[in-house]
């Protein structure tokens, strides 16, 4: 065995080592989607591998490595040296391969799943912007019956008014509307595009059709939740809700 081909067979055992190290550094990191791969190191990993494969015939049939020869000069052996080297560097292309294609995929359906999640939200704000249940008309009914139990004297224990009477249907309601802004706002929280706009675009719908009636119609539930009501539980998640939605879009800017 001359001084070339000890070189030369210690060179291609450096490369294999550093592929073989490069290869089991990538795949530690293949089923973590979540992990940013250098593609340009990929990239070249790949091109490192193809071009072993494609020279290694060539380098391993050349003058140098004769003495691998079978003795009938065959290159039976050297086959057989090749298809042991390269078969990890093909079964290593394939696998990055295949990680890239995973990777790609899991792209394309979080950006589905994120167009789903905007065209929801962009239906929510839609039917929030219709004002869907009549507002102004919700508190006012509300509103009229705080006043009516004024004057209904079933109502008084010792000349103190001591209960009152809401209608419930309209307590759906708004809790079903203050419930979309919340579910609204964490649909928001799930999509990675034009996250900050569409936050700033709900409130401010809140601000200009919603605060105002929800605000005072808070201060009027808290004015008599010293007393006894027929809805005492839808009373006090709308208080709820309506505290919640302020402190929330108080801190959006």
């Known amino acids: 065995m001359n001084s070339l081909s000890i070189i030369t067979s210690l060179l291609i055992c450096g490369i294999i080592l550093w592929l073989l190290y490069e290869l089991t550094r990538t795949a530690k990191h293949l089923s973590n989607t979540s992990y940013n791969h250098n593609r340009s190191s990929i990239v070249s990993l790949v091109v490192i591998l193809v071009l072993i494969i494609l020279i290694a015939p060539y380098l391993f049939t050349s003058p140098i490595f004769d003495h691998y020869r079978n003795v009938d000069g065959s290159t039976g052996g050297i086959g057989d040296t090749i298809g042991g080297i390269t078969a990890p560097f093909i079964n290593g292309i394939a696998a990055i391969l295949v990680y890239l294609a995973f990777k790609e995929q899991i792209k394309a359906n979080a950006l589905i799943q994120e167009q789903q999640y905007f065209q929801h939200i962009q239906h929510q704000i839609q039917r929030l912007e219709d004002d869907l249940y009549n507002l102004s008309s919700l508190t006012a009914t509300i509103k009229s019956n705080i006043t009516t139990s004024s004057t209904v004297m079933n109502n008084y224990d010792n000349g103190q008014q001591v209960a009152y009477y809401v209608d419930s249907e309209s307590l759906n309601k708004l809790i079903y509307i203050t419930t979309m802004f919340q579910d609204t706002l964490q649909m928001i929280d799930k999509i990675e595009n034009n996250r900050a706009f569409m936050k700033r675009k ?17 201060q009027t539930l808290f004015r008599v939740t010293h007393m006894q009501s027929n809805v005492d539980g839808y009373i006090a998640e709308l208080l709820l809700q309506i505290q919640r939605l302020n402190n929330t879009f108080k801190n959006i800017n």
């Open 202 to 218: 709900l409130r401010l719908l809140y601000v200009i059709i919603y605060k105002d009636e929800l605000t005072q119609l808070h």
